[in-house]
């Protein structure tokens, strides 16, 4: 499974005020009791997928079961497809 799931691993959100909003931090456990619960396995990303208002984060993710998928990376669109706010994994 890959996409924008609008959360983040622990240590994988850069420039946000500290705590974390209660609803940010619900949403980054959510996908930590996921993949617990359902045996899948997600490297979390060494670099954002996204970035805007001062923030950055690596909110896209591939998630595999039963499947052994070496760490991603991710890239930059090029400037023709600014009008995403979202990196490539």
Known sequence: MQG??????????WDYAQPLN???GMADNKLEHFLNSTGGHSYP????????KGCQAALD??????????PQTSKP?????????HNQI
């Open 22 to 24: 209660k609803d940010l």
């Open 77 to 85: 669109n090029p400037k023709s497809h600014k009008k995403f706010d």
């Open 4 to 13: 924008d799931l609008n959360c983040a691993h622990p240590g994988c959100r």
């Open 45 to 52: 990303q060494q670099e954002h997928t996204w970035k805007g």
């Open 61 to 70: 993710h591939v998630i595999t079961w039963n499947y052994y998928l070496p």
